[in-house]
């Protein structure tokens, strides 16, 4: 016989099995412990029902456990009866001591009500305990009234689904209500209209469900907004506040995502909200950003902390206008949608005009409306109808302001959605200003006479602010430039160098990388969290504006924002088009003459007209037609200068579109290509696998030709060899060597002497004449088809052919060298960085930049210094891509020759290294009695060093520990917590996002550049494996 004696704090109970009292069983709301009196007992069998909530005065869930060498844990039902006494199903005792959690149902204790089959607590199947059975609810006539109820009897706040056809699975048992009708406010499903219980006409396909507010146990409360308030968590039945100990950006950003409420725009502290009451159930939460629960982020443990209601915590999330256009490729046109009861739902366009438009144009900092859509414009939406029959007098500051119907009064369809077109993407820039991307939203460039460049200001909040200086460099200015449509980044302004703004400061230290596509993507302190003045106020100069190719190619001027051409293989030809109020579009041909096509010409900086096309000689544009009848004199700066009938007036269609062709004699090849002099616009080599040898092709009249072999010979193919900077020439080839070619044959009869600086000066028949055929066309092959390094050397690739690294025992390190216009020279150290060294690194497959080092390090070199100011990205191709003064450029000596030193990709670790991640080769955990804690190190260069604390926090010792496969990180340990190391110190001002691979991958100084000693070796403590035995 066994019993469990039920009280306020638990259960009890004594076990017969084996002698009185052999057996002693404790259970409380959190865990059965079971203590044998004697080992010498025989095993028994117990029984017991864990309590859940108080005394156990409802039925509630049992558990039980069966086998010996293993525990499963499963709900069984309690009987009940009036007295404190229970009986259970039993398990054998087959051990001195088990100690067995209890997993708590909500709500089915007190409410005899339940939801199940999901995954939370708050939606789910609904399910009444009746008559000592469970059973399902009709879904004939549910609603949200009656969700509502349902919810709000389980503390889970609002309803937002009411669920139909089983949506949760059908269950099995009784089916105990059918035909409920609920006002929304009775305590109890079973106090709301119905047929009684058991009666129904009903299968189980038809069981109800609801999901509820607060599905995600979260919630914001305490607001006027749905996405801002006091954060609290729904946990064991109750809500309760989170501990702002530490609560910050990232954490808010988790809440306002699980929540639908968009970017995080302020984490609160100090109640900002109000002081909740009931239980704390987060402190020192400690977020990456992209968890998708707040619970999923580290904390102490639910229910864990040290703080009072005084610092509970908030969040005001981007959402909190409740209002968002959608389904539009800019933030500022879309279908309008509403946020309300926890659920986006749309706008019927009835009645909708222009004053409709211009509130909601207006509550998104979007400017003036252009346009009221209707007929779902922007596609159906789905979901509820939240407005109908608005009517704006347009200065309402919101649109739930204006007069409607009442939120969710309409009769419409969702073909019916309401749509707005707004002046501009927020306001980042005049829709009419050349050179401003119109999709850059959230940025602009001011006080400068260029569109790309002048301080940065973000648009936030319905403000513009400005961005502080601390930390802005080239890879933050290199992101704007690119957000704007202004091409690279030349300069990264500090001090307020445009003058000082005024209003918000947005943004402060500020991380890019480089590649991110919003300067508000990159690691920052949260918008609006700063610590500057506007003295301190960021710029930038971008290389260029808006122009449809790189502004680096030659042939275009950056500073050409507003025009471009297109449509041909050449920068300096094809159809001319106008950047205007935020489109290309087109020039018409009426009027059109060479005087029109010089001052094009001249503007992208692609020499003397040639020809002025007409008739959309390189094909038919789209979009507007911003030009017709130009009339140039010629010497204009822009053709938006010269006389014309006005932006946008015309007469014309596209089959009119006008063109130019320049003589352009600079653009016959993209500069990037190795072994091309970018100076060497006339001529490339083609159909070879090599950049030093093929076709000879000159580039004339906006089209590529070849050359005759008549008379060519090695003096000849001297010239291109040394033009496109290959070195000397070692055969002339004749006869279509390298395949026929097409289109014009433009040189007949070169010959040249051999000094000449280009093909073209040479001595011939004069361009366009000949009397040959493409069976005739003339090759060159030169002495360096790559001339950097023999093929066959390790580490080197033999298609880099115009860098190497010399006055080292290594092929991975050494002073870099570059060939051009047949001579290999240095490369100067101003500006010298690893991103450049990076660049070097890649470009000769030699793994990662280690180091880059200046002041001649590996030597002084001769001869001519090649590259200065050298400013990469990192991700060039070829170090010649990137921004440098120009070849041959410099104000440098020898003794400040760059070098590099790289990883050479020859150095891992023993994949067998003890409670080490076989494919994490470059980092360890030591001095530690764990593998997934202790002193990080890294394997680099062939020695193991540490990591510096400067600014290390969770997110970097997050990385370490999933690249340990360790789990999440517990702890990010300063001032050599384990212990000082020895060696090198490879990383300092480590700042990780948290999602990186590699803890070599997030950004920090450069490997072993750093200001520390070992006192300050980093480390963390790892969640790590959890192994149950039994």
């Known amino acids: 016989m066994q019993s469990l004696t039920c009280g306020g704090r638990g259960c009890r109970t004594n076990s017969d099995a084996g002698g009185r009292g052999s057996v002693a069983v404790e259970a409380s709301t959190r865990s059965v412990t079971l203590r044998r009196r004697s080992l010498l007992t025989p095993l028994g069998r117990v029984s017991l029902c864990p309590l859940l909530h108080g005394a156990c005065k409802q039925p509630v869930p049992g558990f039980s456990v069966n086998g010996s060498s293993s525990v499963v844990l499963q709900p069984v039902p309690c009987d009940s009866s009036a007295s404190s006494v229970l009986s259970a199903p039993s398990f054998p005792v087959s051990s001195a001591n088990m100690s067995l959690p209890i997993l708590s149902s909500t709500g089915a204790c007190t409410n005899n009500l339940r939801l199940i089959n999901s995954v939370s607590n708050c939606s789910g199947r609904v399910e009444i305990f009746h008559s000592g059975q469970w059973g399902t609810v009709c879904d004939d006539n549910w609603d949200f009234s009656d969700a509502q109820v349902v919810c709000q009897q389980l503390g889970c706040g609002r309803a937002m689904s009411a669920k139909l ?105 100090s109640a900002h909200f109000g002081e909740g009451s009931g239980p704390i159930w987060l402190d020192n939460v400690q977020c990456l950003g992209n968890e998708s629960s707040i619970t999923d982020c580290v904390h102490q443990g639910l229910g864990s902390h040290n703080c009072g209601h005084h610092e509970d915590a908030g969040v005001i999330c981007e959402g909190t206008n409740s209002l968002r256009l959608v389904n539009s490729d800019s933030n500022c046109s879309g279908r309008v949608e509403i946020f309300h009861s926890g659920q986006w739902g749309t706008v019927c366009d009835d009645s909708w005009g222009l004053n409709d438009a211009q509130v909601v144009c207006q509550q998104l900092g979007c400017g003036r409306a252009v346009s009221a859509t209707q007929s779902a414009h922007f596609g159906e939406g789905s979901g509820p109808i939240w407005l109908d029959n608005v009517q704006c007098l347009g200065n309402e500051s919101s649109i739930i302001d204006c007069v409607h119907q009442g939120l969710g009064s309409h009769n419409c369809g969702h073909h019916e959605d309401a749509g707005v077109i707004c002046e501009g993407a927020n306001n980042s820039v005049s829709p009419t200003s050349p050179g401003q991307n119109p999709l850059s939203s959230a940025v602009r460039l001011v006080n400068s006479d260029s569109n790309c460049s002048g301080t940065v200001e973000i648009f936030h909040s319905g403000q513009w602010g400005t961005v502080c200086d601390d930390r802005w460099d080239f890879s933050d200015a290199q992101v704007v430039c690119q957000q704007l449509g202004c091409g690279r980044a030349v300069s990264a302004k500090l001090s307020a160098h445009f003058g000082e703004g005024s209003g918000p400061i947005w943004l402060d230290d500020v991380q890019c990388l480089g590649n991110e596509s919003s300067i508000t993507d990159c690691v920052h302190q949260g918008l609006g969290s700063h610590n500057c003045g506007h003295h301190e106020d960021a710029g930038v100069i971008c290389e260029g504006a808006n122009n449809s190719v790189s502004p680096t190619s030659p042939g275009q001027n950056p500073l050409s924002s507003a025009v471009r051409l297109v449509n041909s293989d ?19 041909d009426d009027s059109w003459g060479l005087s029109d096509a010089q001052v094009v010409c001249q503007q992208l900086g692609c020499g003397r007209a040639v020809s002025a096309t007409q008739s959309a000689h390189f094909g038919e544009g789209s979009g507007p037609i911003w030009l017709d009848n130009v009339q140039c004199l010629g010497n204009e700066s822009s053709i938006t200068d010269c006389v014309h009938q006005g932006l946008g007036s015309h007469n014309c269609g596209h089959h009119e579109d006008a063109g130019v062709i320049c003589e352009g004699a600079n653009n016959p090849v993209s500069p990037t290509s190795p072994g091309q002099n970018p100076l060497s616009s006339a001529v490339r080599l083609v159909n070879s696998d090599s950049n030093c040898s093929g076709r000879v092709e000159i580039f004339h009249s906006g089209q590529w030709g070849t050359v005759c072999d008549d008379r060519w010979g090695l003096n000849d193919a001297q010239v291109v060899c040394q033009q496109l900077g290959c070195g000397r020439a070692v055969s002339a080839t004749q006869s279509a060597h390298f395949g026929e070619g097409s289109g014009p044959i433009w040189l007949d009869n070169v010959q040249c002497l051999g000094n000449e600086s280009s093909i073209t000066d040479c001595v011939h028949q004069g361009l366009g004449s000949h009397n040959c055929g493409h069976h005739e066309d003339a090759g060159v092959i030169c002495e360096g088809a790559n001339n950097s390094v023999s093929p066959t050397s390790p580490g080197q690739n033999p298609l880099s052919s115009a860098v190497r690294l010399v006055n080292s025992d290594s092929n991975c390190s050494g002073r870099v060298e570059i060939f051009h216009s047949g001579q290999w020279g240095t490369v100067c150290d101003d500006r010298w960085g690893l991103s450049d060294a990076q660049v070097v690194c890649q470009q000769l497959d030699c793994g990662r930049a280690v180091s880059a080092t200046q002041s001649a390090h590996f030597g002084e070199g001769s001869g001519p210094i090649w590259l200065d100011d050298v400013q990469c990205l990192g991700n060039e191709s070829s170090i010649t891509d990137c921004v440098h003064q120009g070849l041959g450029s410099h104000n440098c000596g020898h003794h400040e020759d760059a070098g590099v030193i790289c990883e050479g990709a020859n150095n891992p670790v023993s994949p067998t290294s003890p409670g080490q991640n076989p494919l994490s080769s470059a980092v360890r955990l030591v001095n530690s009695d764990s593998n997934c804690s202790g002193r990080v190190e890294i394997f680099q260069y062939g020695h193991w060093g540490t990591v510096c604390d400067d600014s290390w926090g969770l997110s970097d010792a997050q990385v370490v520990c999933q690249q340990l496969g360790c789990g999440r990180a517990v702890s990010a340990k300063l001032s050599a917590h384990f212990g000082e190391g020895s060696g090198p110190i490879w990383l300092d001002d480590v700042q990780c996002l948290g999602n990186e691979s590699s803890i070599t991958d997030c950004v920090h100084q450069g490997l072993g550049s750093h200001n520390c000693g070992h006192n300050e070796d980093a480390g963390v403590i790892c969640e790590g494996k959890c192994i149950i035995l039994f």
């Open 165 to 269: 056809s089983a949506h949760f699975g059908e269950g099995s048992g009784p089916i105990w209500l059918d035909n409920v009708q609920c006002q929304g406010n009775e305590s109890s499903i079973t106090d709301c209209v119905h047929q009684g219980l058991g009666s129904h006409n009903c299968g189980h396909h038809e069981d109800a469900g609801v999901i509820c507010e607060g599905t995600n146990s979260l919630r914001l409360v305490n607001s006027d907004s749905n996405c801002s308030g006091r954060v609290e968590i729904f946990h064991s039945g109750q809500w309760g506040t989170v501990c702002d100990d530490s609560w910050g950006l990232n954490d808010a950003q988790v809440v306002c995502q699980q929540l639908g409420c968009g970017r995080a725009v302020s984490a609160t502290q």
């Open 570 to 588: 050449s920068n300096c030809s094809g159809r001319v088009e106008i950047f205007h109020s935020g489109q290309w579009g087109t020039v018409c």
